[in-house]
């Protein structure tokens, strides 16, 4: 079992950066991928962001590349997820995801609020 507790989110102005931080407890081995995912009310989640525990593969969605960058300390078992010029259209909710390559099973954080201000 996988725990995910995400912070960092916050209101912030266009233009303005935030540090989001998602920390696991459990057992996290090579095999995880951690993402991060967004949600508007009403919205399906979307993928944001992900990288491998292992070697540290990265792949960006579409709309953030360029202005989000994931990372991720394997001896604190945290992923950040940091965000840079943002935008009022980056306001969701962001989730941490856990997912095991080995026998696919999936964990999700709660979830924290990004609210960027025109």
């Known amino acids: 079992q996988v725990q995910l507790v995400e912070s960092g989110g916050g209101l912030v102005q266009a233009g303005g950066s935030l540090r989001l931080s998602c920390a696991a407890s459990?057992?996290?081995?090579?095999?995880?991928?951690m993402s991060w995912f967004r949600q508007a009310p009403g919205k399906e989640r979307e993928f944001v962001a992900h990288?491998?525990?292992?070697?540290?593969?990265?792949l960006y969605a579409d709309s953030v590349k360029g202005r989000f960058s994931i990372s991720s300390d394997n001896a604190k078992n945290t992923v950040f997820l940091q965000l840079n010029s943002l935008k009022p259209e980056d306001t969701y909710v962001y989730y941490c995801?856990?997912?095991?390559?080995?026998?696919?099973?999936?964990?999700w954080g709660q979830g924290t609020q990004v609210t960027v201000s025109p």
């Open positions: 995801r856990a997912r095991s390559g080995l026998t696919a099973n999936t964990y």
């Open positions: 459990g057992r996290i081995d090579s095999s995880y991928v």
């Open positions: 990288i491998g525990w292992s070697g540290g593969s990265t």
